[in-house]
């Protein structure tokens, strides 16, 4: 198995923790997961409607990450014209972002900011040099008083 193909099971695995499911199976599996989610955010909204809810990410893979979960679940991300790039809006309810979504987008945030640290790390030290490690943390000089 490639290191996509274990990241792509892992993030199904992922899903099917996060829907309350223990069935196993490609796609049928991650249907159910979506569609149990799915159901879980309509009970929700009954008794905790949607409100406008701002979320700003870190760089633009967690924003594509959020958005993809956003529109998987039927809600539709969108931002103003003068928002940051890495800004995401949406009306969603919001037991739904406590109990559901903020806790799956960050496990999967998790597992996709690994594979592509894993993934940088190797490119780099492939193409341009092996060490990849970071850049040693040294004092400040001391400096010279002026009068």
């Known amino acids: 198995m490639t290191d996509y193909e274990?990241?792509?099971?892992?993030?199904?695995?992922l899903e099917a923790v996060f829907s309350g499911t223990n069935y196993e199976g490609e796609r049928t599996a991650a249907?159910?997961?979506?569609?149990?989610?799915?159901?879980?955010?309509?009970s929700i909204e009954h008794t905790d409607p949607p409100i406008p809810y701002k979320f700003?990410?870190?760089?633009?893979?967690?924003?594509?990450?959020?958005?993809?979960?956003?529109?998987?679940?039927?809600?539709?991300?969108?931002?103003?014209?003068?928002?940051?790039?890495?800004?995401?809006?949406?009306?969603?309810?919001?037991r739904f972002v406590d109990e559901t979504l903020w806790p799956e987008f960050l496990e999967l945030s998790k597992v996709l900011d690994?594979?592509?640290?894993?993934?940088?790390?190797?490119?780099?030290?492939?193409?341009?040099?092996?060490?990849t490690s970071e850049a040693e943390t040294r004092?400040?000089?001391a400096r010279l008083e002026t009068n």
């Open 6 to 13: 274990k990241l792509i099971d892992k993030l199904r695995k």
């Open 31 to 42: 249907s159910v997961a979506i569609d149990k989610i799915r159901e879980k955010l309509k």
């Open 56 to 94: 700003s990410m870190n760089d633009m893979w967690s924003r594509k990450l959020f958005v993809a979960l956003l529109r998987r679940y039927g809600m539709t991300p969108y931002r103003y014209p003068k928002q940051r790039h890495t800004t995401v809006m949406v009306r969603v309810s919001p």
């Open 114 to 131: 690994e594979y592509l640290t894993q993934i940088t790390d190797r490119v780099i030290a492939e193409s341009i040099f092996s060490d």
């Open 139 to 141: 004092n400040e000089p």
